[in-house]
């Protein structure tokens, strides 16, 4: 390989096939269709940020997780024209964010199981009656 002095910054480029690193030039076919697959996948994710403005990641920790999720697949599904799973949009926002921090602890969990034994004061009864 060739080197060349470059005379703004002193350094050397490197030349290959005569055109040095910093000339534009074509890229190969086969990369075409990566090309397009890496646009798609920006344009996932820019959309997926958006929802995110309507509906925040934080709410995804909580009893509003699964409504929340679901508006950021319907979200995607409208911008798009086709659908999108729980887990496409997960796996989508598992780049941006730490999922493992938005799990319901055991505390939270057991709070939304329990069962509470729930009836009407006597007194409602009777002055309904009367």
């Known amino acids: 390989m060739n080197g060349r002095v470059n005379k703004k910054s002193g350094g050397k480029e490197e030349e290959q096939d005569g055109l040095s690193v910093h000339s534009p030039c074509k890229a190969p076919n086969s990369s075409a269709s990566s090309l397009r697959k890496e646009q798609s996948q920006v344009d996932l994710e820019l959309k997926l940020l958006e929802a995110l ?3 925040p990641p934080v709410k995804l920790r909580g009893i509003h997780r699964h409504f929340v999720l679901y508006g950021l697949t319907e979200y995607m599904r409208r911008s798009f024209n086709r659908q999108f799973s729980a887990s496409d949009v997960l796996q989508m926002l598992d780049r ?13 969990t057991g709070i939304l199981n329990r069962v ?15």
């Open 116 to 130: 509470e034994e729930f009836s009407l004061p006597p007194s409602y009864f009777t002055n309904e009656e009367s």
């Open 53 to 55: 403005e309507i509906y």
């Open 96 to 108: 941006f964010y730490n999922l493992e921090m938005l799990k319901a602890d055991d505390e939270e």
